[in-house]
Nanobody, 125 residues
Framework: QVQLVESGGGLVQPGGSLRLSCAAS????????AAWFRQAPGKEREFVGA????????YYHDSVKGRFTISRDNAKGAVYLQMNNLQPEDTAVYYC??????????????????WGRGTQVTVSS
């Protein structure tokens, strides 16, 4: 099992930026696909984006395309989410997740086996 710890959340004004980090430890993280999900109050947890183990392919929800970028550093056991032009609707708890499979539907929440505890992102003026 992979242990995941998110950091980097906080309060930011609309139009601002944040960079979330996810530190991984445990089993062979560098062969796992990694993803970010988010959950706003009263809503289901939703897919934000994912990256394959080599970092060659990344995928995003339409609502964040062009604003958010996922990257990873396998040597450091880390995954990052760069968020630009943040809007109030981006307010949520953001979760890092991993799974062994790098090929099937990367947006499928239930397919991820390892989860962090989340970090709060609040976008407000």
């Amino acid at each position: 099992q992979v242990q995941l710890v998110e950091s980097g959340g906080g309060l930011v004004q609309p139009g601002g930026s944040l960079r979330l980090s996810c530190a991984a430890s445990g089993r062979i993280f560098d062969t796992y696909a990694a993803a970010w999900f988010r959950q706003a109050p009263g809503k289901e947890r939703e897919f934000v984006g994912a990256i394959t183990w080599r970092g060659g392919n990344d995928y995003y929800h339409d609502s964040v395309k062009g604003r958010f970028t996922i990257s990873r550093d396998n040597a450091k056991g880390a995954v990052y989410l760069q968020m630009n032009n943040l809007q109030p609707e981006d307010t949520a708890v953001y979760y890092c997740a991993t799974r062994r499979d790098n090929y099937r539907d990367l947006a499928l929440r239930t397919s991820y086996t390892d989860w962090g505890r989340g970090t709060q992102v609040t976008v407000s003026s």
